[in-house]
């Protein structure tokens, strides 16, 4: 595997996903509102049935538009009220909350069924993982490569994360991802699973910079910080 010429970066936008089978941000919506699948132990229905109405009194959409309608426009002002903890158009800063925090594990869950039942040719993505693997390894002197990435699912993540678990078994080196923030596994085990990258680097392990400018489906943050 032929290592990096300069230091360089690479910049995924959503052809990365979909080439794997995962949907676009455009079908995320309608596919969430058609959703009838394995509910991963949430209350699917009562999700949808709060989202449908969120989606009919606070942004006045009919059955057709719903299924148009761009998450951006739907997270920008949902956001923004939180933030600023203030009510949106009638509903409080916890129901708005929770209406965000319920529509994102419904995208979580299609996107997992979604690429669970895709038939499509993963060897491209399991190659470049190898690849940005074997180059995030090494002394201080050798290129450096990264990765930024709009996408909000974690297929990158989830395969990165396998090729690294298998490494650690083998040679007994810590490696993490290193999202460009203090990030740690939450949930039994998943703090000695997913170290943050300072920790890695601290035991002369490595860090492979994955760098996600909008977000994860998968990351949690602390509601009463800013």
Known sequence: MESLKNDTVFFLGAGFSKAAGAPL???LLAMVLDYE?????????????????FLEDAFHLNDEQKRQFNLEDFYTPIDKCINDRISFRGYSVEYIR?????????ISIVIDSELANSTEDTTYLDDFCNYIIQNSKGSRNKK????????WDILLDRRIFQILHNNR????RPSTIDHGTHVVG??????QQIIPAMTALSQRGFTV???KI???????KCPSCD
């Open 209 to 211: 910079k994955l760098y």
């Open 37 to 53: 699948g394995h509910d991963d132990g949430n209350p699917i229905n009562e999700y949808k049935n709060r989202l449908n109405q």
């Open 169 to 172: 078994r083998q040679d007994g």
């Open 98 to 106: 929770q209406i965000r925090n319920e529509l994102s594990r419904l």
């Open 144 to 151: 450096k490569c990264s990765i930024i990435t709009t996408n």
């Open 25 to 27: 941000q455009g079908e």
């Open 186 to 191: 939450l949930g039994e085990g998943r703090a």
């Open 214 to 220: 909008h977000g994860s489906l998968n990351w949690l």
